[in-house]
């Protein structure tokens, strides 16, 4: 993967957008479409049909709430309490704007997993304490037409706020700009069998 996949980056960011997307609600199509297939040749190896009729299944249950109420029914089995996600610690925050017009040329997943990383998103060693909120959120993806001051993504951190500038730097070296749009990739390349 060499740019992120979907519009978050970080711990409960990214558990927030996948509900997003078992709720059916309107997220980045690469998540879903990416999701479904993924699903989709899981269903047709356990059910024995065809894979378009899986592709189907699979988006006629994120469609209907099905998929959202299996993982519920899943979170509540492990004694999970999906409401902690409507509460939980929203820090300070910085959006990070163009620096030009053009279009987005590139975004490199490692340039903004770092920016994430620094924000507390990860860890650098076992002991490490996490920063559950902290994270990324883009506002732009690859091919998007962005104007000069427009905004790029936000930053999300409640225990290193200090690290906010370096975060919005990386974020900003993560994302290449052209003055004409890239051409169009396949979010698959290749399926092993």
């Given amino acids: 993967m060499d740019e992120p996949l979907g519009r978050t980056v970080g711990n409960a960011l990214e558990v ?51 998929a959202y109420a299996r993982f519920a029914e899943m979170v509540k089995l492990h004694g999970g309490d999906l409401a902690a996600f409507a509460v939980r610690p929203r820090g300070e925050t910085r959006v990070v704007a163009s620096p030009r017009a053009g279009y987005v040329a590139r975004v490199d997943a490692e340039g903004i997993a770092q920016a994430a990383f620094e924000l507390g998103a990860g860890r650098a060693k ?30 999300a951190v409640c225990d290193r706020p200090a690290k906010l500038p370096v975060a919005e730097q990386l974020v900003r070296a993560a994302v290449t700009f052209a003055d004409e749009p890239p051409a169009s990739r396949p979010l698959i390349l290749e399926s092993l069998s």
């Fill in 126 to 155: 076992a002991d490490d304490v996490i920063d559950f909120a902290a994270g990324v959120t883009l506002a732009v993806s690859r091919g998007d037409r962005v104007e000069a001051g427009q905004p790029l993504a936000e930053l």
């Fill in 16 to 66: 927030e957008e996948a509900i997003a997307v078992l709720k059916g609600a309107v997220v980045p199509s690469d998540v879903i479409d990416l999701s479904v297939e993924l699903a989709a040749r899981m269903v047709s190896l356990e059910k024995g049909v065809a894979l378009d009729e899986a592709r189907a299944a699979c988006r006629a249950n994120l469609a209907n709430g099905a």
